[in-house]
């Protein structure tokens, strides 16, 4: 796997994880491709979801061995919550469609879904075994994708995947890790955030990609799994090691109008399905991947370098 000869085509390249992984399947040896609204760059190609003839065009042209579909609108905030369905769900429909009409069938198409589908569970684990409850318009734009995408098993090798949350440098800022680090990287004194009491995993984007990479390879289609490593973090955890990493300790405001009422507590993932299929896989601790946020903040927040999507 990995051969010059071997194309993936990746919706959404010029986003936070399109862009890392982009450079990871290309130091394997993958030609990659992919699509953006605005390109900017060697093998992107400017498209919008909405527009499924596109999606046609460039398939024909290409025919990609594999597409991986991460375009989406992804911030759980967005103010428009129609924007969710055209993009999120539609979107995929597009996509699917685009690869169905594809005179090649590719080897894997992998969806992008997201571990919001899941809502609020009584249970501390989530597992793939669980009937989704998504709790918001993100979750329910992509359980509706999930939903629609199990009708082109029979046409195309689906496989999608539910990521629970994951970080890393470059990531923007309205994302609330990256706000954390900027936050104590530009030395202020306080910060203003929502609910208090989440849970979450924080997982790094190297190993996200390194996932990715291995679903690739394998045999597995016509199924969903959960991309996580079963690790909770508290939000106050994260203040806690980057007191720590920047050897202050910063004032805690929350802010009403960050507090969300829907927001889900907890969401931690069941890595059990997916360690059988990729076989386990190296996490990097928290503490490693807020350093490298933080480094980056402090060298590139001010550079035109910083590019953040």
């Known amino acids: 796997m990995g051969r010059v000869s071997e194309r993936v085509f990746i919706t959404g390249i010029e986003g936070f994880t399109g862009r890392y992984l ?26 919008d979801l909405a527009d499924s003839g596109r999606f046609r065009e460039l398939f024909a042209e290409l025919s990609p061995d594999y597409i991986i579909h991460l375009g989406a609108i992804s911030f759980v905030a967005h103010t428009d919550n129609t924007d969710f369905y055209k993009t999120n769900t539609i979107g995929t429909l597009n996509i699917l469609e685009a690869a169905s009409a594809m005179e090649k069938t590719p080897k894997k198409v992998i969806l992008a879904s997201s571990a919001a589908v899941y809502g609020r569970q009584k249970v501390d684990t989530l597992d793939e075994a669980l009937c989704p409850k998504p709790a918001n318009h993100y979750g329910a734009s992509k359980y509706a994708a999930e939903t629609l995408a199990a009708n082109y098993y029979d046409r195309l090798p689906v496989l999608t995947v539910r990521p629970f949350n994951y970080t890393g440098p470059s990531q923007a800022e309205h994302f609330l890790v990256p706000k954390i680090v900027k936050h104590y990287a530009m030395a202020s004194k306080s910060i203003e955030l929502g609910n208090l009491d989440v849970i979450r995993e924080y997982n790094d984007i190297d190993f996200v990609c390194e ?36 050897g202050y300790e910063i004032e805690v405001k929350v802010n009403p109008r960050f507090v969300r009422k829907d927001e889900i507590k907890k969401l931690i993932g069941s890595p059990e399905k997916l360690f059988c299929v990729t076989g386990e896989v190296e996490i990097p601790t928290l503490r490693e991947t807020l350093e490298k946020i933080y480094h980056f903040w402090k060298e590139y927040a001010h550079s035109d370098s910083a590019r953040l999507v």
């Open 22 to 47: 982009k450079e990871y399947l290309r130091k394997r040896g993958f030609e990659v491709f992919g699509s953006a609204l605005r390109a900017k760059g060697e093998n992107i190609f400017e498209a």
């Open 211 to 246: 996932i990715y990479y291995r679903l690739l390879g394998v045999a597995r289609h016509s199924d969903t799994l959960n991309i996580c490593s079963g690790r909770g973090i508290a939000l106050l955890d994260i203040i806690e090691i980057m007191n720590e990493i920047a």
